[in-house]
């Protein structure tokens, strides 16, 4: 009874050892000379890219395009990053996406976090906190941005699944996914 007794303790202890989010680890900081802009008459929001290479008036992103604001101190962001890898391997030719950092002590660890959960789409960086009037307070938010470049639907919280984020895309922005 003692040796079944340690045999299911060591497979537990086994299990548990094991990482079941496994993350890509496979992001790279991107420049933001993809982002699709439409000139409109909304008040100027420019951030920084998060190469800093080249600035984006956020009023002017042009859809059909997530904005995905996120900090890399947030849990639920963690969380919910490995759905957005996968939304955008997948409909990145049908859907942009785009994530704004804030709230960040140190640009590094944006960066740093685009690495470590596999971001292979453009960022912006909000140094200052510039954001919080036209997007809303709080992490994580994504917005659903048209073809005309206004934004149709603010997803306030945490994203669960990528069905979700498919069926959300296809009501507020009108792909076929």
Not at 24 to 35: H, K, Y
Not at 36 to 65: H, R, W, Y
Not at 105 to 119: H, M, N, S, T
């Amino acid at each position: 009874m003692k040796k079944l007794a340690l045999i299911a303790a060591t497979i537990l202890l086994v299990g548990c050892s094991q990482n079941t989010t496994a993350l890509p680890n496979n992001g790279v900081v991107v420049d933001c000379l993809s982002i699709q802009s439409i000139e409109t008459n909304a008040k100027a929001v420019v951030l920084d890219c998060l190469d800093e290479g080249s600035v984006v008036n956020i009023a002017n992103i042009k859809g059909p395009t997530l904005v995905n604001v996120w900090g890399s101190w947030c849990g639920p962001c963690k969380d919910e990053m490995p759905i957005f890898v996968d939304f955008y391997t997948k409909h990145r030719d049908l859907v942009g996406l785009i994530g704004i950092s804030v709230e960040e002590a140190d640009i590094q660890d944006a960066r740093d976090f685009v690495k470590e959960y596999g971001i292979t789409w453009p960022n912006l960086y909000d140094a200052d906190g510039s954001t919080r009037v036209t997007l809303g307070m709080g992490v994580p938010i994504t917005l659903f941005i048209d073809e005309k470049g206004e934004i149709v639907h603010r997803k306030i919280g945490v994203v669960t699944t990528i069905e979700e984020l498919e069926d959300e895309a296809t009501k507020y922005l009108g792909v076929d996914l």
